[in-house]
Nanobody, 125 residues
Framework: QVQLVESGGGLVQAGGSLRLSCAASGRTFSTYAMGWFRQAPGKEREFVSAISTSVYNTYYADSVKGRFTISRDNAKNTVYLQMNSLKPEDTAIYYC??????????????????WGQGTQVTVSS
């Protein structure tokens, strides 16, 4: 059974940084893309970033491009989201996710089959 466990959230002032981690287990990590999504109160879950498998292509929402960096360590079965220059509008619960299809890197929430429990990120102004 695939399990995803996020960590690294917290409270930070605007302009600060946080690094989220997501540890995966239950299948061969390196052959599946990984994604980060977020959901703010009263809003739909939205795409933040995704990373492919072997070629490490990365994708970002326009709202985080240039501030966030996604990476993965296949030896540790872990994906990271480095978040810099945080803004109050980045406040949300952040989720990592992985799709069922190998070697594809989707960007819609409904294309992801497995989700972590989420970690809260709060950015104060």
């Amino acid at each position: 059974q695939v399990q995803l466990v996020e960590s690294g959230g917290g409270l930070v002032q605007a302009g600060g940084s946080l690094r989220l981690s997501c540890a995966a287990s239950g299948r061969t990590f390196s052959t599946y893309a990984m994604g980060w999504f977020r959901q703010a109160p009263g809003k739909e879950r939205e795409f933040v970033s995704a990373i492919s498998t072997s070629v490490y292509n990365t994708y970002y929402a326009d709202s985080v491009k240039g501030r966030f960096t996604i990476s993965r360590d296949n030896a540790k079965n872990t994906v990271y989201l480095q978040m810099n220059s945080l803004k109050p509008e980045d406040t949300a619960i952040y989720y990592c996710a992985t799709p069922n299809a190998r070697f594809l890197t989707p960007m819609r929430p409904d294309e992801y089959a497995y989700w972590g429990q989420g970690t809260q990120v709060t950015v104060s102004s």
